[in-house]
């Protein structure tokens, strides 16, 4: 995908729905307590890309039938530690995840055994990053949301906006955003068929409806919520992206009318208001808001860089630089 003049390892697909490669984003969760905005997880976690996770009961009077506390009984695991209800059982769930090396996998362990067939059951102590689920849209390549009938509600059976993760079987991608104008039991064929996945899980939508891309809604904002998945752009990654970062013409001006401004205050202000700025320019820049925003953090660097090669002169002249 093409943002002005740097490229990110993502592909947007019909404007909702994300492409990320594992080998330069890190896929985190999020559980919030209390509960939040997406792009206030996005901004917490330093995440380029955040969408909402699993089905909750909001705080809200509408909602009073099943709790009204922002409580779930999904399975939510964050760095490796575990905040489900029942965290040996998924029960009619499946759970999207990483391991603490990053490497996605599905896994579905249902203690009673009567539906699924218990996808990588035993490898659920390796959650390191996971969110859990209902309904399961595809296991191993096969649409099994016929099975998952006694699960939906009137809405489900609705055509909808429906949101979902999956990952395809060499599980080194995640596919997550929105679909438009789709029941839940046609999602599954329809993520076979376009996006080629192996395994797939249905996330909430509804109110909760919120995907944030670069710090923008793509999706949303929608209601507070209590969980959701991240894509967080490793290191290494946006540090070459912004050393390969190419200024367009007029990002150059207005880097220029910047510098010249600051030119003037450092002749009045001598060398120690210099220091000053290019030290409040370079927290910014590393700050969590700005993380992933390439060409943002490229321009503030770029300006603490010139700001820190100025001096004042003696005659409070106009000093030029390269």
């Known amino acids: 995908m093409q943002l002005g003049a740097y490229s990110f390892s993502y592909t947007l697909h019909n404007r909702t729905v994300a492409e990320i490669s594992l080998e330069n984003y ?15 997880k996005t901004r917490e976690m330093w995440a380029s890309i955040g969408i909402n996770g699993s089905f909750f009961c ?7 039938y099943c709790w009204a506390n922002n409580g779930t009984s999904s399975d939510r695991i964050v760095a490796g530690i ?20 990053n490497e996605a996998l599905f896994v579905q362990n249902n203690n009673r055994q009567w539906y699924m067939k218990n996808t990588n059951q035993y490898k659920i102590g390796d959650i390191y990053y996971g969110i859990g689920n ?4 595809v296991d191993e390549w096969v649409d099994v949301t016929i099975e998952m009938g006694h699960l939906m509600d009137n809405k489900m059976y609705n055509k909808w906006r429906r949101s979902f993760i999956c990952i ?5 991608r995640v596919f997550m955003g929105f679909v438009a104008n789709k029941s839940v039991y046609e999602m599954g064929r329809y993520l076979i068929d376009t996006y080629d996945c192996h395994f797939a899980i249905n996330l909430d939508a509804g109110a909760s409806s919120a995907m944030v891309i670069e710090d923008r809604h793509i999706i949303g904002p929608g209601r507070r919520v209590t969980d959701g998945y991240v894509a967080v752009a490793k290191p290494e990654y946006i540090e070459k992206q912004l050393s390969e970062y190419q ?5 150059k001006r207005n880097i220029n009318y910047i ?25 910014r820049e590393s700050s969590s808001i700005f993380y992933p925003l ?11 860089k010139r700001i820190d090669k100025l001096e004042a002169s003696d005659d409070f002249g106009f000093i030029p630089y390269e």
């Open 259 to 283: 510098v010249d401004a600051f030119q003037f205050e450092i002749d009045k202000r001598w060398n120690e208001y210099r220091d000053s700025l290019v030290e409040k320019f370079k927290t």
């Open 247 to 251: 200024f367009s013409s007029n990002e």
């Open 294 to 304: 390439v060409d943002r953090r490229a321009l503030l660097r770029e300006v603490a």
């Open 168 to 172: 395809p079987e060499e599980a080194d």
């Open 26 to 40: 890190y896929l985190k969760t999020r559980v919030g307590n209390p509960v939040s905005s997406v792009r206030q």
């Open 134 to 137: 209902f309904p399961i849209l």
């Open 58 to 64: 909001p705080a809200e009077r509408a909602y009073s």
């Open 82 to 101: 575990s905040h489900s209800k029942y965290p040996e059982d998924t029960g009619e769930r499946g759970i999207i995840w990483v391991t603490a090396d």
